[in-house]
């Protein structure tokens, strides 16, 4: 009786105490409060209305296997029902790892490839064969498969002028000081005044059920 | 024969109680409540929840041992089971029964860890900012975690076959005042 008593005692300071450290990790750091004060963004690599009510914003990591999972489980029908409609302004936000030894080339190329108007492409190709150029380091190949040969001249020039280097790692910077981006797919979402990072895989069902209700002002 | 309140098993046992226990506690709730942890308003806190557990499901498909339901009822079920079973070898009740269980669930995950690691499978990346790769160390923990686990089920069940030292029989018990 008195060990099960005591038993008792420490789990329910376990429990406080997880209770406690849940809720502070809760709390968000100093949020934007429109898509107009969401710092840097690359109009390049954001698609849909600057005046969307709500706006989201993606740091990925092209050779992450759950960026690809979140990637091919909610972009088309995200963009489909509420990019293209006005509903979500969505920024994509280069957030490569160190542990990822191709990742920063990949982000290099599909930042180049943005600023001729050839992001999505390149977007879906790399996310799509992803286990390919991982394995091989081909992300030139990988990327000339959906770009035409003059297209491909202009990105190979822009990466190796590092002109795009700039915006990696002002992404990364935005991810590290502003929202303490530590793993990849990190989505923050803007809405109603507030902010709300998310770190991690989601279903679409569950996210199109939040956006809903965000979209609801719920 | 009766037992003695100090002996090796019953050391083994609360031993086994307070590591495990509240490692098992921390395990479940770290599963499904981070890192995403929006308590308020409802909503929010169903997406936390519905996130937290889709990565956990993210991480378990990574061993490739299950099938796309197994992975989803082992996601859906483990965090909230190690909440619940940690909170009972804590406490101590039914050790027999609760501390079984839970050491099945510590061979299991030694097993699967260990052969994760002989495969040299990039387990658990998760792609944290920092690298967690499954490596020796990990492996040593969970087999020693493990070996805790079923020597304190087993001494619960030998433990329990005998009389609690603190309640005697009254043979025992008036044995000292005959003398």
Redesign the interface.
């Known amino acids: 009786m008195i060990?099960?008593f005591g038993?008792?005692v420490?789990?329910a300071l376990?429990?406080a105490f997880?209770l406690v450290s849940?809720?502070s990790?809760?709390a968000s750091p100093a949020p934007p409060q429109t898509s107009a004060s969401v710092a840097d963004i690359d109009p390049h690599e954001a698609l849909g209305s600057k005046t969307a009510p709500v706006v989201i914003e993606v740091f990925s990591?092209f050779q992450?296997?759950?960026?690809k999972?979140l990637y091919d489980a909610t972009n088309r029908q995200l963009m489909d029902n509420y990019v293209n409609t006005g509903k979500v302004y969505l920024i994509h936000r280069d957030f490569p790892?160190?542990?990822?030894a191709h990742s920063k080339v990949a982000a290099q190329y599909s930042r180049a490839a943005a600023q001729i108007g050839k992001f999505e492409a390149v977007e879906e190709v790399l996310f799509q064969n992803q286990d390919k150029w991982e394995a091989s380091g081909d992300v030139d190949g990988t990327v000339a498969k959906v770009l035409s040969p003059a297209e491909m001249t202009k990105v190979r020039a822009l990466v190796k002028s590092g002109a795009v280097d700039a915006g990696i790692t002002k992404d990364q910077a935005i991810g590290n000081n502003t929202y303490r981006?530590?793993?990849?797919?990190t989505t923050v979402f803007h809405a109603n005044g507030q902010t709300?990072p998310?770190?991690?895989?989601?279903?679409w069902d569950?996210l199109k059920?939040?956006l809903d209700?965000l979209l609801g002002g719920? | 024969m009766q037992s003695s309140p100090l002996n090796f098993r019953r050391a083994v046992m609360w031993l086994g109680r307070l590591i495990l226990g509240p490692v098992f506690i921390y395990a479940g709730y770290s599963k499904a409540f981070l890192p995403n942890s929006h308590f308020w308003p409802w909503f929010f806190f169903k997406f936390s929840l519905s996130t937290n557990i889709a990565n956990f499901a993210f991480q378990v498909e990574a061993f490739k041992l299950l099938s796309p339901g197994g992975v989803q009822f082992v996601a859906h079920t483990l965090p909230f089971t190690e909440i619940i079973l940690g909170f009972l070898v804590l406490i101590g009740w039914r050790l027999p029964i609760f501390g079984t269980m839970l050491a099945a669930i510590m061979v299991g995950f030694s097993v699967v860890v260990t052969r994760a690691y002989l495969l040299h499978m990039n387990i658990n990346c998760g792609c944290f900012a920092t690298p967690q790769p499954i490596d020796m160390q990990k492996v040593l923990e969970d087999a020693g975690m493990a070996l805790l686990a079923v020597s304190m089920a087993a001494f619960a069940i030998i433990e329990a076959r005998r009389p609690h030292p603190w309640t005697a029989t009254e043979a025992s018990a008036s044995a000292p005042a005959q003398r």
Do not use: E, R, W
């Not at chain 1, 790892?97 to 990822?100: D, G, K």
């Open positions: 060990s099960g038993g008792l420490v789990a376990f429990a997880g849940g809720l990790l809760s990591d992450c296997p759950a960026c999972s790892l160190p542990m990822h981006v530590n793993q990849t797919p709300f998310y770190a991690g895989v989601m279903s569950i059920q939040f209700q719920k």
